[in-house]
């Protein structure tokens, strides 16, 4: 009941003891996650004990994987080191990288999701909030206590809209959600997460979050009419975003009429695709979907 990350994943932390990747890894550990080791060349061999909890420092992901057999890395280092970071991972010939690192120069992720591509290396992200299947497992920085595991599977460009769906969604749960990020370039797409929903067979309805700029919801939408048959249910962020400004994300530009919310609406609705103009009429419109009784949520 899960893409890409189950309570098999053993995960290792690029950067665990950093700031960020010792919070973040002691919150995955809380969630389940099987966090087997941190990667750092100047700690090899030493060990960081999170509340009872001890996981080895490795020198290079090449190391954590022969000792432990990790099959995901998750990457918690600055923008400037992240290249390597994950050239290294796709070297050791790891599946799933996670790339939770945002401010990576355009240049440097276009040069590493290509390599990893090549080597047979997932990213997620970069610039993203990582992934999560509850009750399972959770790399990255998603809050695993707003929702429980379920049949609904979530794919989306905001972090924050992935929370805030997995919360008004939580009495029927979730299979994976997935933040891929919102950057320019990332490494896996709408596509590859409705490819893998399709076929979960424990996924009966995807939620595909997306946002102005570029023309990613678009290509998602020509996908989901010829290869999705599940039922999908959309909301893209931006309705009221001014033209020809950039919002928020790197890739959220918006000219004339291409990659505005309503163009992709328009396109995801002719997919077949019911679209909320709201996080909290999306959530309406999925419950509708399932055919759920439950208590609509309400705006505000």
Known sequence: MAIYLTKESKVLVQGMTG???????????????????????????????F??????VFGSVADGMRSTGADVTVVFVPPA???AAVTEAADAGIPLAVVITEGI???????????????GTRIIGPNCPGLITPGQSDAGIIPAD?????RIGLVSKSGTLTYQLMYELRDIGFSTCVGIGGDPVVGTSHIDCLAAFQDDPDTE???LIGEIGGDAEERAAAYIRDHVTKPVVGYIAGFTAPEGRTMGHA??????????????????EAAGVRVGRTPSETA?????????????????
């Open 19 to 49: 700031g960020e990747g010792m919070k973040h890894t002691r919150r995955m550990l809380a969630a389940g996650t099987n966090v087997v080791g941190g990667v750092n060349p100047r700690k090899a061999g030493q060990s960081v004990d």
């Open 51 to 56: 509340d009872g909890q001890v996981v080895p």
């Open 81 to 83: 080191f992240v290249k």
């Open 105 to 119: 120069p355009v240049h440097d992720t276009v040069t590493f999701t290509a390599y990893a591509r090549h080597r």
């Open 146 to 150: 707003i929702t429980k595991p379920g």
């Open 205 to 207: 309805l995807v939620v």
């Open 251 to 268: 890739g959220a530009i918006v000219s004339g009429s291409a990659g505005t919310a309503r163009a992709k609406q328009e396109a995801l």
């Open 284 to 300: 309406r419109l999925v419950l509708e979907c399932l055919g759920s009784d439950r208590p609509r949520p309400t705006d505000g």
